[in-house]
């Protein structure tokens, strides 16, 4: 089953009195239980393809779907809707509240997306178990280390039932082995809840859980 699927998608920055282009028609799938890695160079897109995917930024022209809502030019404020409903992404930069603990900055985002009292904690204790925190629950940002933030992060957007999960380089401040555990969290989540993944990176282990490779240059998918 289709999750995820962009058409012939452009983006399109206004600089002064031009307009520079970014993304230059790209067309893909995700398919629920399909674990896709896009690499490419600094500049090439990927965290300008990732916003639009994951419902930040729209398109200048062409049409993404993301379970069953469709995202274009004239899409207004239906988008944190469906970022709340369908969409799991992890950040490049963690996003974490400073003044809320690991737990807290969890829970908060099962808040948003409609989840409440015990149901909610119950998750958030589950997903910090599942990425090795929860000795670091009652932790504020503050006090932990760039892999322990990253791994919140991860935690904060597995959290909940989202269909896709949408990560920027995941494992770039991680440690081999954290790193490699949470590649294996992302194939059981893939294969046995039957989410879809789509994961920009530079990591080469990435490849090993993946199921396609793309390739995206000057903002198109290439062979």
């Known amino acids: 089953m289709t999750a ?23 067309s893909l799938s995700l398919e629920r239980g399909e674990i896709v890695a896009m690499e490419g160079p600094s500049g090439s897109g990927k965290t300008t393809l990732l916003s639009i995917l994951g419902c930040i930024l ?3 022209a062409g049409s993404v779907v993301v379970d069953g809502h469709t995202i274009d030019a004239r ?10 409903k369908s ?3 992890v950040f490049q930069q963690y996003n974490l509240f ?8 969890v829970e908060y985002s099962l808040n948003v997306r409609g989840w409440r009292g015990g149901k909610a904690r119950q998750e958030a204790e589950r997903v910090l178990t599942a990425v090795g925190l929860d000795d670091r629950r009652d932790f504020l940002p503050r ?30 401040n991680l440690d081999s ?23 920009v ?11 396609r490779v793309l390739q995206i240059r000057d903002g198109r998918l290439v062979a």
């Open 4 to 26: 995820l699927q962009a058409h012939d998608v452009h983006k399109r920055f206004r600089e002064g009195r031009e307009e520079v282009p970014v993304l230059n028609g790209i």
């Open 58 to 60: 729209t398109p200048t």
């Open 75 to 84: 899409t207004n404020g239906r988008l944190p809707g469906i970022r709340r």
């Open 87 to 89: 969409l799991g992404f």
């Open 98 to 105: 400073p003044a809320l603990t690991a737990f807290e900055n």
């Open 143 to 172: 006090d932990l280390s760039g892999g322990q933030k990253q791994r919140i992060a991860i935690a904060r957007a597995l959290a909940g039932s989202a269909p896709i999960l949408l990560a920027d380089e995941p494992t770039a």
């Open 177 to 199: 082995t954290t790193g490699g555990q949470i590649l294996d969290l992302f194939q059981e989540l893939a294969r046995r809840e039957n989410r879809a993944l789509l994961v």
């Open 201 to 211: 990176t530079h990591d080469p282990k990435v490849r090993t859980i993946a199921d």
